[in-house]
């Protein structure tokens, strides 16, 4: 997967929905889209109900799990641009061959344990994003575990990196043309 390309097409994206939604002053948009990644989290976790759902027959649809997956996806690089903005100063390719360097892919050693290591990193980061007195090396390092734990976590689904970014790039296009439509 091109990290760089991926972030590119998201900060085009980003860039449509802030000129079609303009920000009110004081609005904290990186808690709404950590807020939105949550929530997209758990419609991932719910395509999978033979993960956590003991209680249901039901079985898991990778198909529609893919498309929330990739639904957090565009979360998660809108947060990594977000994050860009407010905290770093530079070229930002060069801030996201920063993160290629931090990346590194990690796997609990369940499904299950995953995504409550992914919904607590994703906490963190809100935290971090709120609280003054981290600097910018925590919350690089929470969004590089974020990524980390992420990335593992389509690896674990068995999601192909190919298959992830040509549905990215779907997903992408129509959220383009939702803003267009006036979502």
């Known amino acids: 997967m091109n990290l760089t390309i991926l972030f ?5 994206l980003d860039e449509h929905i802030e000129k079609e939604h303009t920000r ?4 904290d948009r990186l808690a709404k889209k950590i807020l939105a990644l949550q929530v997209e989290l758990g419609e991932l976790a719910n395509e999978l109900p033979e993960v956590f759902k003991f ?11 893919l498309k929330e997956y990739v639904d957090c996806l565009h979360f998660i690089l ?9 905290s770093f100063f530079g070229d930002v390719i060069q801030i996201y061959s920063h993160y290629y360097s931090k990346i ?16 607590l990193e994703v906490g ?4 971090t994003t709120d609280d003054l007195a981290y600097d910018v090396q925590s919350i690089e390092d929470d969004y590089a575990n974020i990524l980390g ?3 593992g976590l389509g690896e674990m689904l068995g999601f192909e ?19 267009v439509q006036g979502y």
């Open 8 to 12: 590119e097409a998201q900060k085009k």
């Open 24 to 27: 009110e002053p004081g609005e």
């Open 55 to 65: 209680w249901s027959h039901k079985k898991n649809n990778y198909e529609r799990a």
């Open 78 to 86: 809108s947060i990594g641009l977000e994050e860009v903005e407010d």
């Open 104 to 119: 590194v892919t990690i796997k609990e050693n369940t499904v299950i344990k995953q995504f409550n290591s992914l919904f």
């Open 124 to 127: 963190l980061l809100s935290d």
């Open 149 to 151: 734990l992420f990335f």
């Open 161 to 179: 990196w190919e298959e992830i970014e040509q549905a990215y790039f779907r997903k992408n296009k129509i959220n383009h043309e939702r803003q």
